[in-house]
T-cell receptor, first 115, second 117 residues
Framework: DQQVKQNSPSLSVQEGRISILNCDYT??????FLWYKKYPAEGPTFLIS?????DKNEDGRFTVFLNKSAKHLSLHIVPSQPGDSAVYFC??????????????FGKGTKLSVIP | NAGVMQNPRHLVRRRGQEARLRCSPM?????VYWYRQLPEEGLKFMVY????????ESGMPKERFSAEFPKEGPSILRIQQVVRGDSAAYFC???????????????FGPGTRLLVL
């Protein structure tokens, strides 16, 4: 069962405009979320995170918004640049039976920024 | 400051052969995680290891798959008698401390792409 869902497999945006990537989750116990960016033939790289005690976290051109009541978060990229073209994964730590955390990922959204 | 290293980057095996995937964590990291990404899917957790210990293998298939992280050397993910359904990208990640601190970040390697013919 998919606890973190990214319902848009792809998104195309014009350079300089805003990119908005969405993520929904089903587990109300999640209290931390991460966004990873992945280029082809590379591993995911950490981009930005947010704790559930906040509703917004900003880092340069990247802002993540969290709406706990809707179990929804979104990543905003402003302004979008061609180098932002990648697959973006939403993830959340899930506590395992061993007492540690593992990450559960959405299926990803492929962002294409058109020059 | 080398990142997480994985080798080989690409591996081709015929059905029934064994596949060995290696992962060297970042310097100073003693926690290793393996994930599998099937085509058009997100990454799925497989196993979490510390040196000489398997901590959580809840995501590992019960048969044919095993993992180790010896005292010396890289972590190894071993797949015996591979089948076509094992074709995927396998990513290793490492962290400095146990991911009990939610903010602790996992750093990923470039992955090994396994193709089973």
């Amino acid at each position: 069962d998919q606890q973190v869902k990214q319902n848009s497999p792809s998104l195309s945006v014009q350079e300089g405009r805003i990119s908005i990537l969405n993520c929904d989750y089903t587990n109300s116990m999640f209290d931390y979320f991460l966004w990873y960016k992945k280029y082809p033939a590379e591993g995911p790289t950490f981009l930005i995170s947010i704790s559930s005690i906040k509703d917004k976290n900003e880092d340069g051109r990247f802002t993540v918004f969290l709406n706990k009541s809707a179990k929804h978060l979104s990543l905003h990229i402003v302004p979008s640049q061609p180098g932002d073209s990648a697959v973006y994964f939403c993830a959340a730590p899930v506590k395992s039976g061993a007492g540690s955390y593992q990450l559960t990922f959405g299926k990803g959204t492929k962002l294409s920024v058109i020059p | 400051n080398a990142g997480v290293m994985q080798n080989p980057r690409h591996l081709v095996r015929r059905r029934g052969q064994e596949a060995r995937l290696r992962c060297s964590p970042m310097k100073g990291h003693s926690h290793v995680y393996w994930y599998r990404q099937l085509p058009e899917e997100g990454l799925k957790f497989m196993v979490y290891l510390q040196k000489e210990n398997i901590i959580d293998e809840s995501g590992m298939p019960k048969e044919r798959f095993s993992a180790e992280f010896p005292k010396e050397g890289p972590s190894i993910l071993r797949i015996q008698q591979v089948v076509r359904g094992d074709s995927a990208a396998y990513f290793c990640a490492s962290s400095r401390a146990v991911l009990a601190a939610l903010q602790e970040t996992q750093y990923f390697g470039p992955g090994t792409r396994l193709l089973v013919l």
